[in-house]
């Protein structure tokens, strides 16, 4: 932990850093998952051990040489620590914690819409707002910085979970007087609380550690259903339900590169008297925590995250637009070049919004985030421009999206003039098949369309954003109001 912010590390939390096999067997714990009516094994079944391996990867890399100063940094102590859990109090934190988020999205080319170190974020967050914290739960608010202290030494994959069910039973704001299928604390002694009730899109929670739960739907929330906790993901009486997956029972990963192992399964989450400990909770009764405004603070930091794996996208967008012009031969025609050219600006500007959002951030209960009005700007011209930037890496491959093979059609008794007929520009029939597979599974597979979807409601629908703009803004549009009125002489004309 800093201590340059005025946090330090619980001496009762030795660090470790694991390795890809410990978080692997740590998955082995007993969790309740059931993916098409069965209970699963997450590390074995096809729908969730892909996104379990390509973690581990992530795990191992924080012991390579290489990669070591990115994954992770040495505090005051000399003590290697995970960069995720890093508490940015300097431009330096935000630069180290920007460029460990840049690594996992190319490493995944911005597929999975959670990071490790996404959630990790939301922690950080709540802990920008301890002050209010303390002001409205002040019994639980000392187990912020603690928790972080666990989970940072624990190396622990974190995410959370804040969605309700779209049933009308199980929203806050639907659910009228009977709130039986709320979440909620059903329980509760001087030892902990006790929930029921269920929590949605708990992205990566079958694959994760721990689990942030929080609410954030006031002024409808009634006060045993405002929690701010986090649980383990083997917590007895939690299950998780998995949504149906994108990716295939068998290994395809040449004909859809990209779907192969890469889907971070989205899962309800069923809480059936889940015990949780004084210790792992941060907030109880309080529902004006729960307000989008404060949300608005807590969730700074992992939307600029989000914003980062969506730059990283752009930019591998545009490169690949640059390999089928180059494949195909038809980068020297000026309207193909114009279309390339329009990734490359879309991935240019969302490039600018994650330097300005870090360079313009400010400081909030002694914690750095990215400034808010550039995140919520940015992201929502990206999500506007999101479906008209895949349509043209689809029209820059002409028929060659269309008429995409199974590899193993090489093989076959036609491959030797398969390739003869496909083969252009210094690339093989096979390598160039291979690149519209790969453009194939980014813009138009299942894995495609889950990934434009998860873009758009992931912190937020554009719409929602810009109206999150409008309030962020307005203190620095009304000092820029004031500065005209005065240029101007409208100052007088005002009653």
């Known amino acids: 932990m800093s201590q340059e912010a005025g946090f ?4 009762d939390h030795e660090v470790h850093l694991r390795t890809g096999e410990e978080y692997r067997e740590s998955m082995r714990d007993g969790r309740t998952v059931y993916y098409g009516g069965k209970k699963i094994d997450v590390t074995e079944h096809y729908a969730t051990a892909g996104v379990i391996d390509l973690h581990a990867r992530i795990f191992d890399a924080q012991h390579d040489d290489a990669t070591r100063d990115i994954l992770t940094y040495e505090d005051a102590d000399g003590v290697r620590r995970p960069t995720g859990w890093l508490i940015p109090t300097t431009a330096e934190h935000l630069r180290m914690k920007r460029e460990y988020n840049e690594y996992f999205a190319f490493q995944t080319l911005g597929i999975p819409g ?60 639907k659910a009228g007087e009977d709130r039986d299928d709320m979440f909620r604390i059903v329980r509760e002694n001087d030892d902990g609380i006790w929930l029921s009730g269920a929590r949605t899109a708990g992205s990566s929670g079958p694959q994760c550690d721990e689990i942030a739960v929080g609410t954030i739907y006031y002024p409808f929330v009634q006060e045993a259903e405002s929690v701010w906790v986090t649980i383990q993901a083997n917590a007895p009486g939690l299950s998780f339900v998995c949504r149906e997956t994108t990716v295939s029972a068998d290994d395809d990963s040449k004909n ?26 941060l907030a109880t009764r309080a529902p004006e925590l729960h307000s989008s405004a404060l949300y608005g603070t807590v969730a700074r930091g992992e939307h600029w995250s989000v914003m980062t794996r969506l730059c990283v996208k752009a930019e591998m967008l545009a490169a690949l637009a640059q390999l089928i012009v180059d494949s195909l031969d038809t980068s020297g025609i000026p309207v193909v070049r114009d279309q390339v050219a329009k990734v490359i600006e879309y991935s ?18 002694g914690i750095l985030l990215p400034d808010a009005g550039m995140v919520s700007a940015v992201r929502a011209y990206a999500l506007d421009r999101y479906a008209e930037i895949m349509h043209i890496v689809q029209e820059l491959c002409g028929q060659g999206l269309v008429m995409r093979f199974p590899d193993e059609s090489f093989d076959g008794e036609l491959g030797e003039k398969l390739e003869r007929y496909l083969a252009a520009n210094n690339r093989t029939g096979r390598s160039k098949n291979l690149l519209m597979n790969i453009v194939w599974d980014l813009t138009t597979s299942g894995q495609a369309g889950r990934s434009a979807l998860f873009e758009n ?27 005209m009125s005065g240029m101007l002489g409208l100052a007088e004309a005002t009653h």
Not at 8 to 11: E, G, I, K, P, V
């Open 8 to 11: 330090s590390a619980s001496a």
């Open 114 to 173: 959670r990071s490790p170190d996404t959630c990790h974020w939301t922690m950080l967050g709540i802990l920008s707002v301890r002050d209010e914290f303390e002001r409205l739960s002040p019994a639980f608010a000392p187990n912020i910085a603690k928790n972080i202290a666990r989970l940072s030494a624990k190396n622990s994959h974190l995410t959370c979970s804040i969605g309700e069910p779209q049933g009308t039973r199980s929203r806050a704001s």
């Open 256 to 281: 859809l590169p990209l779907s192969s192992g890469r889907d971070e399964i989205d899962a309800m989450m069923i809480f059936d008297e889940v015990f949780v400990p004084r210790d792992r909770i």
């Open 348 to 365: 240019k500007i969302l490039r600018a919004g994650v330097i300005a959002a870090e360079s313009q951030a400010s400081m909030r209960g």
């Open 457 to 483: 409601v992931n912190g937020l629908p554009s719409f929602v954003l810009r109206q999150k703009l409008y309030g962020e803004t307005m203190a620095e549009r009304a000092l820029l109001i004031e500065r």
